[in-house]
């Protein structure tokens, strides 16, 4: 019965395309038109897009697979996403559209210097290419996963990268940000309607609480620890002020009234599809006890009738795809904003930036997927990443609320001194041992001790205080 839930796939792959064919003159013009939505973006999409840069294969797949031993308090990663985007939303989004800037790396060198700029583009670079690659494997992971006898891992990844790069390079952020709305809809539906069909299958809730194992925490929300909890709405809140991806979607907003309502809205989505992914894991533990599990959600998935499965496999491939697409689209952002208009080419007409983002989206498209193939330990990158996101996020926010106090070195020695922290604790066992004890095992809370210093530092070390008001 493979071909029920494979046509429902295909059906959604078509129907993306159709509406990115639809709508690709929107983002007709120069680089703002086709890389920021012409700076048009309404709330209404804002929200749905944003939702689907934050609903990932770790949002669903892997909220399941920690649910699976760890029980409902796995769904508080995607509660600490959505409070960072409210958070956003009600202090950051509408200054950020009032900036007029592109990436996060040209706020850098307007305020700081060029080299501000160069480090913050580096980073950011590394950060989003890294996740985009862990899109190609979730995806990949997803269909071999629930199709084993159509899709290999390797096979998976490829059609994953021809739905998200295609509808990237036809149709820009307009094209991510539409097409969101109906992945959004699709993972909904999917995530919900595997809960509810899970639970009904093991007879209730009350029946999955009364079979489980005698030492599974089930739904206790505090079971995995509230010193993990913290530590992920730390990372999270954190991130979603500095990643270039999500920054861009604030960046190409309406007007700062929609930037504002759209990640209000956004965070609001984005809160209960983590729990209700772990419900899945949870019951799974009852359906299919000893499993390894990773294959929690899979393994469920699979047991339900073909329609069913087809449904919640397309939502499950939607995260993925609407998280990948947003991504590339902020990575070709940074490559032409602040590497080739501005260190290249600066003099482009609207065509030119068009073609030239299109080839960026592309190249970043084939460089993503290789590192998709060969590169191992992308999880444990990942992490690396969101830490270093701790200086962005004290350099952007100091900018914006604060531009008394900052001064000229801030930029490029915050963010060095960050990457710097990091190294040392990956290389240096005995720094995450001592503040492991100390009750602060994550590496966040270190490069946030380490950024708050060297910003403290700087602002004795150097009288020059930035520009304001550019």
Request: net charge positive.
């Amino acid at each position: 019965m493979n071909w029920i839930p494979l046509s429902i796939v295909c059906c959604y792959i078509v129907l993306l395309y159709v509406i990115t064919w639809l709508t690709r003159r929107l983002s007709r013009g120069g680089m703002i038109a086709y890389l920021l939505a012409g700076r048009n973006l309404p709330f209404w999409v804002i929200a749905p897009l944003l939702t689907g840069l934050a609903i990932g294969g770790a949002s669903t797949i892997g909220v399941a697979e920690r649910a699976y031993s760890a029980g409902l308090s796995a769904g508080w990663y995607n509660a600490a996403w959505a409070a960072g985007a409210l958070l956003v939303g009600l202090v950051a989004a509408h200054r950020y559209r009032k900036l007029e800037i592109t990436t996060l790396p040209e706020l850098f060198e307007k305020h700081y210097n060029v080299s501000g700029r160069v480090v913050g583009v580096i980073g950011q670079l590394i950060l989003q290419l890294v996740i985009t690659s862990l899109q190609y494997v979730a995806g990949g992971a997803i269909l071999s996963s629930l199709l084993p006898d159509i899709f290999s891992f390797q096979t998976g990844m490829l059609v994953t990268a021809i739905a998200f790069v295609g509808i990237t390079l036809i149709g820009g952020f307009w094209a991510a940000g539409l097409t969101n709305i109906i992945n959004v809809t699709l993972i909904y539906a999917g995530v919900i309607l595997g809960a509810v069909m899970a639970v009904g299958k093991v007879g209730g809730l009350g029946e999955i609480v009364a079979q489980l194992p005698m030492d599974h925490p089930g739904f206790d929300l505090g079971a995995i620890g509230w010193g993990l909890v913290i530590a992920w709405f730390v990372v999270m809140c954190t991130t979603v002020f500095s990643v270039q991806s999500i920054a861009q979607v604030s960046f190409a907003a309406r007007d700062s009234r929609a930037a504002r309502k759209g990640f209000i809205v956004g965070g609001l989505m984005i809160l209960p599809v983590g729990f209700i992914s772990a419900v899945i894991g949870v019951a799974a533990a009852v359906m299919h006890p000893g499993i390894i599990p990773t294959e929690a959600l899979p393994r469920t998935v699979l047991s339900l009738s073909p329609v069913v499965a087809g449904i919640i496999l397309a939502g499950l491939w939607a995260a993925d795809v609407s998280t990948a697409s947003a991504l590339l689209v902020g990575s070709a952002t940074l490559v032409v904003g602040d590497l080739i208009k501005r260190f290249a080419v600066p003099d482009l007409t609207e065509k030119q930036e068009r073609l030239i983002s299109r080839m960026s989206v592309l190249v970043l498209s084939v460089l993503t997927y290789l590192m998709a193939v060969s590169i191992s330990g992308i999880l444990k990158t990942l992490l690396i990443g969101l830490t270093l996101t701790t200086a962005y996020t004290l350099v952007t926010l100091m900018t914006i609320f604060w531009p008394q106090v900052c001064r000229r070195s801030h930029a490029t020695a915050t963010l060095l001194v960050a990457m710097a922290a990091l190294a040392v604790w990956l290389i240096f066992p005995a720094v995450s041992a001592f503040f492991a004890g100390l009750g602060l095992p994550h590496p966040i809370y270190f490069c946030w001790i380490t950024s708050l210093l060297t910003f403290a530092v700087v602002c004795v070390v150097d009288k020059r205080r930035i520009q304001v008001g550019l």
